[in-house]
């Protein structure tokens, strides 16, 4: 007779009875460690409340516009002006065109975990769903504090410029909460120098968040290295770049100087010398992070809005992006071993948006790992396109066969969704059974409780201590 497994069931992606065990009993009820997410510290510090579940869950959700926008529907129901029950209906119709996307498999778990919604999603049951969970996230247990507190959420790396103010998270350090929530310094807009008008105006942010006047290139290295001490002061523990790619070309502080005067006229500034600067950028942010004792993130790869017309009428962030070509690891490599070599090479984490640079990256990564630290230099998490079953299991693999998986940091949500932490459950099981099968086809010991640990270490731990928050958090966990 044919055993057929129900959907989103407690064995969900777990195919042996060793990978059941080593999820059920090791990894499934662990803490989530999220260090780095897009989520809104103000809404986390304010505790807002939901409206309802359509801007809870695709309000800035690209990666449900995107399938919506392939599923034929109209702008209009995804970022234009119609009213929230018709975007979310217009979701529920794409749903069922999602089978095999993990976009199938993430709204169903979550409708799961937050709501107790078993139903599949679709146009018949939309309004019932809708209504369902819009009631629940009006209730006190639904606020985006609560949210996280039944997720576990331990710790939060938020996404923020060098020109936040952060006074939402030091409110959030005022507050009595089981979790943590610390900015990370992303300074993509920085070094965003191909543009000198959008450029003038990012100076001007930065004179009044730095409080400097900047009329030369070193008020501006002042100004940022003032933002970069800031940030520290109010709980920062990492970087983050979104690059195209890793920038190592050489520079002088005569070219510096001189690309930004051009600049500050509003003049345009050449292909070479646009390296040249970001190069400059990205070493001296990775000197002030490594003093700090930071961790540097590097995701790089991707081709941003690459559809002028929907950009111009959207913006950033909306749905217009894709994976790039295959990363230079050479320009990787000299822009690490720059760093090696005067010994200011913080702990690291380079991700890329293109599958096919996994296998070349972790093996690079390790030419830097010199012993200071367990997986100083690592290979990132599956990232953007490739956060699916698939994507993670190659980077698993990556990382085994080219270094150790035991000293991996783990899964992160990359999300601006209070909903999407079930996405830790879904790189859980997927690690377990890919665990579990090779434990049973004996290519590794038959000792659950030594892998569970691993699993844990994993899926966790080993976050906390790469982070620097094994006393804090330690502690809020026992």
Sequence with gaps: MRMIKSFLGDDFLLATQTAQRLYHTYAKSLPIFDYHNHLS??????????????????????????????????????????????????????????????????????????????????????????????ERLNEAEYTPQALLTRMQVKFIGTTDDPTDDLRFHAELCTQSLPFKVAPTFRPDK???????????????????????????????????????????????????????????????????????????????????????????????????????????????????????RMFLQLGP????????????????????????????????????????????????????????FPGKVQLGAAWWFNDQKEGIIQQLQAISNMGLLSRFVGMLTDSRSFLSFPRHEYFRRILCNLLGQEIENGELPDDEKWMGEQIQQICFYNAVNYFGHSNTLNNRIR
Aim: a negative charge; glycine letters at 6%.
């Design 41 to 134: 510290p103000e809404r986390i510090a304010k505790n807002i409340s939901f409206q309802h579940l359509t801007e809870a869950w695709l309000d800035g959700d690209h990666y449900k516009w995107r399938a919506m926008r392939a599923n034929g529907i109209n702008e209009k129901y995804i970022t234009g002006d119609s009213s929230p029950f018709e975007k979310f209906d217009a979701w529920a119709k794409t749903v069922p065109f999602t089978f095999r996307n993990p976009l199938f498999h993430w709204t169903h778990l979550e409708l799961q975990r937050y709501f107790g919604i078993t139903d599949l999603l679709n146009s018949t049951t939309a309004q019932a769903v809708f209504v369902n969970a819009s």
């Design 190 to 308: 920085a070094m965003a120098v191909e543009n000198a008008t959008t450029f003038q105006a990012y100076i001007k942010k930065l004179e009044a968040a730095a409080n400097v006047e900047i009329h030369h290139f070193d008020n501006y290295l002042e100004a940022l290295r003032s933002r970069h001490d800031f940030f520290d002061s109010v709980g920062c523990v990492a970087a983050d770049h979104g690059v195209d790619q890793l920038y190592a070309q050489r520079f002088t502080d005569s070219s510096l100087r001189n690309s930004f005067k051009k600049l500050l006229k509003g003049e345009a500034i050449s292909d070479e010398e646009i390296g040249s600067f970001k190069s400059a950028l990205l070493y001296f942010f990775a000197q002030w992070g490594y003093e700090k004792n930071w961790v540097q993130q590097y995701h790089i790869g991707p081709i941003r809005n690459g559809n002028t």
């Design 317 to 372: 962030d909306t749905g217009w992006d894709t994976m790039g070509n295959t990363t230079d690891m050479r320009q990787v490599n000299q822009f690490l071993d720059r760093l090696d070599q005067h010994q200011q090479l913080a702990k690291t984490i380079i991700y890329s948006t293109n599958p096919a640079d996994l296998q070349p990256l972790a093996a690079l990564i390790g030419n830097f790992n010199e012993g200071s």
